[in-house]
Nanobody
Framework: QLQLVESGGGLVQPGGSLRLSCAPS????????IGWFRQAPGKEREGVSC?????????SYIESVSGRFTISRDNAKNTVTLQMNSLKPEDTAVYYC?????????????????????WGQGTQVTVSS
């Protein structure tokens, strides 16, 4: 069974940067659209960004991170990365990556939580001075 592992979280000051990585424990991510999600205490899990399968030609971002976060995939390294710049305290959350279970088209990806499975264990991101 596919299992995803997130890494790269930590404590950073406002305005700082972090780079999150998502990799499978086995198998390959090439055929899957991958999403990054976050969940803050007392809030619902939300879709932060997604990248389409194969060459990742399509990406999508929630408005609050657009222009600050960049999602990318390196199929040779079997990794999907979320580069987070200009971090704000409201970005504080547990960040998860997951596989889109409904579509593997390279032309589109959805950020809907309900389309994703094989969730990783999450990595904590804390933005605080």
């Amino acid at each position: 069974q596919l299992q995803l592992v997130e890494s790269g979280g930590g404590l950073v000051q406002p305005g700082g940067s972090l780079r999150l990585s998502c990799a499978p424990s086995r198998s390959t991510l090439d055929y899957y659209a991958i999403g990054w999600f976050r969940q803050a205490p007392g809030k619902e899990r939300e879709g932060v960004s997604c990248i389409s399968s194969s060459d990742g030609r399509y990406t999508s971002y929630i408005e609050s991170v657009s222009g600050r976060f960049t999602i990318s995939r390196d199929n040779a390294k079997n990794t999907v990365t979320l580069q987070m710049n200009s971090l704000k305290p409201e970005d504080t959350a547990v960040y998860y990556c997951a596989v889109n279970m409904r579509s593997s088209t390279p032309y589109y990806c959805s950020r809907s939580v309900y389309e994703y499975g094989y969730w990783g264990q999450g990595t904590q991101v804390t933005v605080s001075s």
